[in-house]
């Protein structure tokens, strides 16, 4: 593609336009009755109703389009309310939402339509997107091969973020550590790029869903530790880094340059209520 091409290549995505079986039939947004964040939690149902608890208007944008919570080069800086202020909401999906015979990649790209559809008609979203070559983690298989536990959970019996301890989910704790029951490799890409200094994207052609534990690690993002630090100074250090991590399970990051869509939101607004 032409350098004038790419640089018109820009898409405005304000999405009433969303095809009426990939849009909620009827959403109720109100702010949210506990701001406590161990509550927060975004659940589809298999029927793709979405029930969603103490979330703010970032996860929402997360789950949407694959975009970290935390800043990002990927997403442009947000009003401080999208951060702070939480909302529940519980949105009824019209029949035959998702189709029995979807898998499970087109099954979660039908949620993401559907909740880009709930961000452009509740919150009035309007999205650039345009295609950008960047700096990245590829997340690839070590030379010695995958060090991965199967799942017992399939993904058929999974529902979308359906709770923090079964799939596509993360249990926290200190240095993040990679604590979940069913996971495949998007959603580790997805929450690790989180914490460091570069984009991850998922290069492991790896299928399937997977059991992870290890310990914590250091966040890249962090300032580095004081010289000599403890842990009662700075409560990550000891911990190792996330190449250390990431190499008792047989993966690696290589840094590499890519092509990733990079989002401006053009507008977003609170909600109006219910």
């Known amino acids: 593609m032409s350098v004038f091409c790419q640089a018109v290549v820009y898409l405005l995505v304000a999405l009433p336009a969303v095809a009426q079986s990939q849009a909620f039939a009827t959403i109720t947004i109100k702010p949210a009755r506990s701001a406590d964040p161990r509550n927060a939690r975004v659940q589809v149902l298999p029927n793709g109703d979405l029930i969603a608890s103490a979330v703010p208007v970032i996860t929402l944008l997360s789950h949407a389009y694959d975009v970290p919570v935390n800043p990002s080069p990927r997403l442009s800086p947000l009003p401080d309310w ?40 509740r919150f009035r979203l309007v999205m650039r997107v345009e295609d950008k070559t960047m700096s990245v983690y590829a997340l690839t298989v070590a030379s010695g ?46 929450y690790i790029t989180n914490w460091t200094d570069l984009p991850v994207v998922n290069r492991t052609a790896l299928s ?52 990733l869509p990079v989002y ?3 507008r977003i607004e609170r909600p109006a209520a219910n």
Not at 95 to 104: D, F, K, M, R, V
């Open 82 to 121: 999208t951060l702070r202020e939480k909302y529940d909401i519980e949105a009824k999906a019209p029949a035959n939402a998702i189709p029995a015979s979807l898998q499970g990649s087109e099954v979660r790209s039908r949620i993401q339509q559907m909740i880009r559809g709930l961000l452009a008609d």
């Open 145 to 190: 091969g995958p060090k991965l536990q199967k799942s017992a959970i399939a993904e058929k019996d999974c529902t979308f973020d359906a709770d923090p301890e079964t799939c596509h989910s993360f249990v926290g704790g200190l240095g993040h550590p990679l604590n979940a029951k069913a996971i495949d490799m998007d959603d580790l890409a997805h």
């Open 208 to 259: 399937g869903l997977f059991t992870v534990n290890t310990e914590g690690w250091t966040p890249m993002r962090l300032p580095p530790p004081p010289p000599n630090a403890t842990p009662a100074v700075n409560p990550f250090a000891g911990l190792p880094t996330i190449f250390t991590v990431l190499g008792k399970l047989g993966l690696e990051l290589k840094r590499q340059e890519d092509i």
């Open 264 to 266: 401006t939101v053009e």
